[in-house]
């Protein structure tokens, strides 16, 4: 789901306010950012001239910060469109880029990737120098990093994010993640991620399993399980933190993550 101010009172809608929610979160420790743009009315918008707003907000505020634009295929199928955030360049240029490896299905949602969209995506990034983020929901998503790497669409080190508690994909328990993160390259910088009421618990199993976490609005609305509390940006991301520090863990700084890539 790609939350409105109908779910949520707290979704940036506006490069304004997203730079306001990376700002209140920066100092607490921050490696990337990802972005879903939108239009004036709040709707998800697929245009580089809109991006260029979100992106440039976001530099402004940490002109360090790895920032990873989405390709999605939920609001649109087509290869031009779900590129054209890609084609942005200088300070604007993004770091990363959302690459879902199957289509799937939200609870409200499907989401559209067919083979030769991946791939042309998956080119596409390759050619611009900028790193795909691959987003895995199953296993089968899992597998298909590896037939990409395989040809030669996919570089080292492979960035996976890992989903769990979608009503059709990998379910928010130590099995099912375990599963996925035994399919992955050995190279891969992965994270955890769940969905509505699981994100709290997909967080608590991929820092103890040694993983990172993609922490947002855009994932759970809520801090809670019983729906009471609505969440912010900023308090997902501290408590995701104060999880972490329970676990002797700490953020990767830009910088390492940069050094990481480069090494590959």
């Not at 037939?147 to 379910?171: D, H, K, M, S, W």
């Not at 009421?197 to 993983?211: E, T, Y």
């Not at 947002?216 to 399980?225: F, I």
Request: proline share 6%.
């Amino acid at each position: 789901m790609v939350p409105t101010r109908a779910h949520s009172p707290h979704v940036p809608l506006t490069p304004s306010e997203l730079a306001r929610d990376v700002r209140a979160v920066a100092e607490l420790g921050l490696t990337a950012v990802h972005i879903h743009a939108r239009d004036a009315g709040g709707a998800p918008d697929w245009k580089r001239d809109t991006y260029a707003a979100f992106v440039g907000a976001v530099r402004e505020v940490d002109p360090e910060i790895l920032i990873n634009v989405s390709t999605s295929g939920r609001n649109w199928a087509e290869l031009e469109r779900r590129a054209d955030c890609l084609a942005l360049d200088g300070d604007l240029k993004p770091d990363l880029a959302s690459l879902t490896l199957s289509s799937l299905n939200f609870v409200q949602q499907a989401s559209v990737n067919p083979p030769d969209v991946i791939r042309g995506l998956a080119r596409i990034l390759l050619e611009r120098g900028i790193v795909p983020e691959l987003e895995v929901f199953d296993l089968g998503m899992a597998n298909m990093v590896r037939v990409l790497r395989r040809e030669g669409l996919v570089p080292r080190p492979a960035v996976v994010n890992l989903f769990v508690g979608n009503i059709a994909g990998a379910q928010a328990t130590p099995s099912a993640l375990g599963l996925m993160i035994s399919d992955l390259p050995e190279d891969a910088i992965w994270s955890g991620a769940g969905l509505g009421d699981f994100q709290a618990v997909a967080h608590a199993m991929s820092l103890a399993a040694g993983g990172g976490v993609r922490v947002g609005l855009e994932d759970g609305l809520y801090l809670d399980a019983r729906r009471e509390e609505l969440a912010t940006n900023p308090a997902l991301v501290e408590r995701a933190l104060a999880l972490g520090s329970l676990l002797g863990r700490r953020v990767m700084t830009p910088k390492e993550m940069r050094a990481r890539l480069d090494a590959g």
